[in-house]
């Protein structure tokens, strides 16, 4: 299997919503390898609700409809932390 690096989830999906599904990722009895449990995600959504966002331990987001820059720039701050070392560990 294969590590991940970054997800980017739209918040309304048809089974579990990104919210729900970030949730999930960072419980410790959801079948994901342990290594994926902190990689960064960044909600893509129509409704910013940054709070609900960072609560579920997402690391940031993106408006719809989304240019490409804006989603750059916000890959770019993530980056910028794990460059400075910074942790990125979601805020539970």
Same mark, same amino acid.
């Given at each position: 299997m294969f590590a991940n690096h970054g997800r980017l989830f739209r918040t309304s999906m048809p089974?579990?919503? =990104?919210?729900?599904?970030?949730?999930?990722?960072?419980?410790?009895?959801?079948n994901v390898l342990e290594q994926n449990r902190n990689i960064p995600i960044i909600a893509y959504t129509t409704n910013p609700c940054e709070e609900r966002f960072f609560e579920a331990g997402m690391n940031?987001?993106? =408006?719809k409809p989304a240019k490409h820059w804006m989603v750059r720039k916000e890959l770019e701050r993530l980056l910028f932390e794990v460059m400075l070392d910074i942790s990125i560990d979601p805020v539970y």
């Open positions: 089974e579990l919503s =990104g919210i729900e599904t970030t949730i999930e990722i960072h419980k410790k009895g959801f940031g987001w993106v =408006g």
